[in-house]
């Protein structure tokens, strides 16, 4: 299996070059080498590698900024998928989207044929996204996933360690509600789909339970703590999405039901709290 990765010095290219089966031939292409805006940087990339499989990990991911500059976003996010659909040549593409592209006025986890609404140009550019990879039928796949981070690149997890690092208490939104995804089970997941040719159309995909950003920051200050991580204790302080404003608006609650795709590939992930914990230790262990 030829598999080429697009947006490989990201969280989840990272995850997914290092998670990568022994039987895939793998190339991984950062924003330098396969602009996913570019439709010509892009044909030029897969005429010269002819993957079986294209992995799609490129993303606009600056969900505030998008708010300033949607037109950079849509460029990545929109167009990006839409131009690996056109030179795809018959390899399988495999992208992912957001459980931004809902709204959040939902009291049960979302399911694929639930209705979208994005709240933010994000959410809309990763929404938009979407259907030309859905168009390609047989030979597209999504998977909706939510709230990334890994050892490698900015994230929540990283942010609240440098802030819980440096300061005696952190506020932190508690009435956002979700799922926290490690970028190496999200990879897993990737791979289980690129080894399934009968796997396509719309997936979500997150880690198991579910959290508000809140509950989220007092596992990694007791997760972080217990690894001696943290050097002093740290109070984490619940506050409303209202005390805290943000240029894009965030869905309240955007848990993603996956219960079809765990069926479908036959595989799970941890618990978030658990992939925490794994996540951290191997960043620990980075740093000697
Ligand atoms: N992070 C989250 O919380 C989250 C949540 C739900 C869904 N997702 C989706 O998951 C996917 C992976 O996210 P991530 O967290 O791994 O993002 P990330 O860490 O921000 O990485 C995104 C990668 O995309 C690359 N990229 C940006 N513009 C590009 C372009 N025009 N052509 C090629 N590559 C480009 C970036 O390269 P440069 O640094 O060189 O620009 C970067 O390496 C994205 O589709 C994202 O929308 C993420």
Known sequence: MKVLITGAGGQLGQELVRTAPADAAVTALGSADCDVGDPDSVARAIARHRPDVIINAAGYTAV??????????HRVNALGPAHLAAAAGGARLLHVSTDFVFDGQQG???????FTDPLSAYGRSKLAGEAPVLALGNAGAVLRTSWVYSKFGGNFVKTMLRLMSSRPEVRVVSDQVGAPTWARGLAEALWCVAARQDVHGLHHWRDAGAASWYDFAVAIAEEASALQMLKQP?????IGTLD????????????LDCTATWQQLQHSPPHWRVQLRSMLLELKEDHG
């Open 64 to 73: 505030d900024k998008a708010e300033s500059e949607p037109a950079v976003a």
């Open 244 to 255: 805290y404003p943000t240029p894009a608006r965030r869905p309240a609650y955007s848990l």
């Open 234 to 238: 740290v109070s984490v302080l619940p």
């Open 108 to 114: 049960r986890p979302w399911r694929t044929d639930d």
